[in-house]
């Protein structure tokens, strides 16, 4: 009976693809090629990813990530942190990280997956980062707020995976794709160490350099090969690479069994969607304000910033048509609940209980 239930919402679903006039093809076929076995989801994905590189799941998958990326071995995931770090006045902006943790250590790292280009990429990270930093200032269990200073602060660490390279990394001209920021430069050419580490990744340029095998004589090849996994993990020359190597293999297998999964399928499609949505709003906005702006003689840039703020509150309320279990999996995946929600995925009385919890927890706020 539950078969055949999840086999008519996957058909309306389907066909819900299908119908949609304004998605693009190439994703509307991707979506169709998913459902039909053709394809693996992708990890970039915020549903796939949070499932696959999981600290509380797969620390040993998160820590290989942001070790290697980084260069920092003292990388050690000890659980998921929250992804909404508080804000210091009424009037704040939310700011929502993708996959956060406390290490072992104490420190606070994010592995952050950006699966559009997204051109103010480094000032989000900048305020994002500089957001966790004040959680590091910050007296823990078992602390008082006398034994916090200056020297003794703990640093952050994010790493930013972009399947798609924004025009500021494009036009840069270097071999490299990761670029890490772990430094500050004054004018005069003194150098001031910082307590945020970052480093951006060009997930494409990555792939691009796998594929064609013209990276450096230096390449850390597992890295580069996960990465391009991460990509594109439906590509040939990926694939056949994984195939002799049992850490990688094992993601792709659980890529494949996600990927299969009759919830998993209807959350990624609702993402889709929902960008869709979001995507739709920005370009909106942005015609709207630009043309305000052109009447007031507002400068470009004001008017830019003004239409994806408008664009950023849309996206805030969520696409309206994105279901109400998919809102349920999205509440667990935040709230760092990752194995309840690899059980809900597969027992339909836990996921039912799941969605009787969220709704009591969504009257209280």
Known sequence: MEETKESKELQELRQRVINNLSMPEDVKQNLLDIFDNKKLASIATDTISKL???????????????????????????????????????????????????????????????????????????????????????????????EINYSNILDVIFVVLMKESPKLFKNFDSSRYIHRVNKAISDTGMEFPMLRNIAFVQLDKALEQF??????EDEDLELLTLLAMIADINHPAVREAIRSNPFLLDLYKDVAKFSENHEVRKMITNEELEMLTINSYKHQFREEGLAEGREA???????????????????????????????????????????????????????????????EANKQT
């Open 52 to 146: 696959v590189l999981s600290p509380d799941i797969h620390p040993e998958r998160f820590d290989y990530l942001m070790q290697h990326v980084t260069g920092d071995y003292t990388i050690f995931a000890n659980s998921s942190a929250t992804n909404e770090p508080p804000v210091d006045s009424f009037e704040a902006k939310k700011s929502i990280t993708d996959i956060p943790s406390w290490l072992k250590d104490e420190r606070y790292a994010d592995l952050e997956m950006q699966q559009v280009a997204q051109e103010f990429i480094f000032n989000r990270i900048d305020i994002y980062s500089s957001k966790a930093l004040l959680l590091q200032y910050s007296a823990k269990a078992g602390k008082s707020k006398g």
């Open 297 to 359: 003689g507002l400068a470009e840039g004001r008017t830019e910033g003004r239409a994806e703020g408008r664009a950023e509150g849309r996206a805030e309320g969520r696409a309206e048509g994105e279901s109400h279990i998919s809102l349920v999996y999205k509440w667990l995946l935040d709230s760092g609940r990752n194995s309840d929600m690899v059980k809900a995925l597969d027992d339909p009385t836990f996921r039912e209980q799941i969605c009787k919890e969220y709704d």
């Open 211 to 216: 594929v064609n095998k013209t990276y450096n």
